[in-house]
């Protein structure tokens, strides 16, 4: 076997490169967290707006939501860098792969944070708004506390997937952990390491959120809460 | 209270046709009537969950028909317990009672808590402050729910049916409790079909069928000698009911 006559050298080859990797790493989890974020602001907001009485508000809301929907990633990110300069303005691929993916990820989180809200069963609204509630009280201290923690698992699976598409943010010249594993196989011509490096360190980070999501799913669970509705 | 000519159709269903009631102040008033006769949209207009087509609703010389009037203040007077769900489930019992006394009464933290206390002690669930709703039984739940509206000290409580989502022996201990605040001079108004309970309670008892008022009167009159003949098959219908299953007499209120 070639392969395994080769290992220890492989093995060591990407123990030297990891450390290089690991930067790309920590920026795509600094893309990752800032973006996630954003987005999760922009999502509740949003997706808020969408199941509001008001009409022009509900229609604002889902222009964002359809309009990013149907538009890809990678083409958003180009147009932002490349195109928007076009206009004046122009920002660095840091900013711009934080803002654009928040961006696109605020549109998917509001269509779960709507979800979410909608399956809040119209009695507890009611009941709500029978104490003298106002709506925003309503929404603020009976309906969100209930909708986000039924949407969590959905949130996280929103975050994993996000981790993984900020890999886009390499067309743009962001030093990722994507980018970070072209440019050292431009430098070493060994793409089977370094890409297997790049997907293993994807993965860890992955199922690290998936593990993380269930504690934090057993951490705001409320006893009994969902034999409550029968 | 009074509620003049309400109408209130849902698409083509009308629900209400032209109803009238007028509660004295202290009154305690129990609706009857079968399903589908408008009881619970007769109490939801009279809060402005819903709005009616036609008709007036005035709490004391407040017109809550009006568009101009504030329908939290409204509110913020009158109690209401609903048939089911009344909690809020990511709440504990206690915070059940102290988020409207806090959020929408202004009452602080620390008074909300000691009134909070001394209505659950009403309710005989002192020692269920720290619980979630989901870990209570249906009829503890409903006895929260009854707790937290008097909390608000209301000018009138209004009930839809509080016992009829409950399990049979779960609802004498409500029934018990709504006889135990029926005493306190609240101006009440309950939509329920526990004829015992009416017979017991109500200062009058209203019989709803078809979006009005058939028949009213105290209960010795419309309960045990109805003039009206729907009246009357309604009575039938229920108390054929209750022979069948004959828990009103198994168990005897303390």
């Known amino acids: ?230 | 209270m009074s509620v003049v000519n309400l109408h209130k159709s849902y698409g083509d269903l009308e629900v209400l046709k032209g109803l009238s009631l007028h509660v004295r102040s202290g009154e305690r008033v129990v609706i009857i009537g079968p399903s589908g006769s408008g009881k619970s949209t007769l109490l939801k207009c009279i809060i402005g969950l819903v709005k009616p087509d036609r008709g007036d609703i005035y709490i004391d010389d407040v017109r809550v028909t009006d568009p101009k009037t504030n329908l939290i203040e409204v509110r913020k007077r009158v109690g209401f317990v609903f048939q089911s769900n009344n909690l809020f489930y990511h709440l504990t019992v206690l915070k059940n009672i102290t988020l409207p006394l806090v959020k929408v009464h202004g009452v602080p933290e620390e008074e909300a808590v000691e009134v909070a206390m001394k209505v659950l002690r009403e309710v005989g669930l002192e020692d269920k402050v720290d619980s979630y709703p989901a870990e209570l039984s249906g009829g503890q739940q409903q006895r929260v729910a009854i707790a937290r509206a008097l909390a608000i000290n209301p000018r009138l409580l209004l009930m839809d049916e509080p016992t009829s989502a409950l399990d049979p022996e779960l609802i004498d201990e409500v029934l018990e409790v709504m006889r135990r605040v029926s005493r306190r001079g609240i101006t009440m108004i309950i939509v329920t079909h526990e004829i015992d309970f009416a017979e017991d309670v109500a200062d009058r008892v209203v019989f709803i069928d078809g979006g009005v008022v058939v028949e009213e009167g105290p209960p010795h009159e419309v309960i045990s000698s109805p003039r009206e003949r729907r009246t009357r098959e309604f009575l039938r219908r229920i108390l054929r009911k209750r022979a069948a299953a004959p828990r009103c007499w198994a168990v005897a209120p303390d």
């Open chain 1, 1 to 230: 076997m070639i392969f395994l006559d080769l290992l220890p050298e492989v093995v060591k080859f990407m123990i030297s490169i990891a450390p290089f990797l690991l930067r790309g790493l920590i920026n795509t989890l600094r893309i990752g967290l800032l973006s996630f974020a954003m987005g999760f602001g922009l999502g509740i907001v949003t997706g808020v707006l969408r199941v509001s009485k008001s009409k022009a508000a509900s229609a604002v809301a889902a222009t964002y939501v359809e309009v990013i929907r149907g538009t890809p990633l990678l083409v958003q990110l180009l147009f932002a860098y490349f195109g928007l300069p076009f206009i004046g303005i122009r920002l660095p691929p840091s900013i711009v792969s934080v803002l654009v993916i928040g961006l696109n990820s605020g549109a998917y989180q509001a269509e779960i944070v709507r979800s979410g809200i909608q399956s809040i069963p119209q009695e507890q609204l009611d009941v709500a708004r029978s104490l003298g509630m106002r709506e925003s009280q309503v929404m603020r201290y009976v309906v969100l506390p209930q909708a986000l923690r039924n949407i969590i698992p959905a949130l996280v699976n929103e975050f994993v997937a996000l981790i993984k598409e900020s890999s886009l943010a390499s067309v743009i010249g962001e030093i990722e952990l994507t980018r970070c594993g072209e440019y050292i196989i431009s430098r070493t011509f060994r793409p089977f390491e370094v890409f297997f490096l790049v997907a293993l360190f994807y993965f860890t980070v992955c199922y690290a959120l998936s593990r993380l999501s269930g504690l934090l799913e057993k951490r705001v669970r409320i006893p009994g809460y969902f034999r409550a509705y029968r």
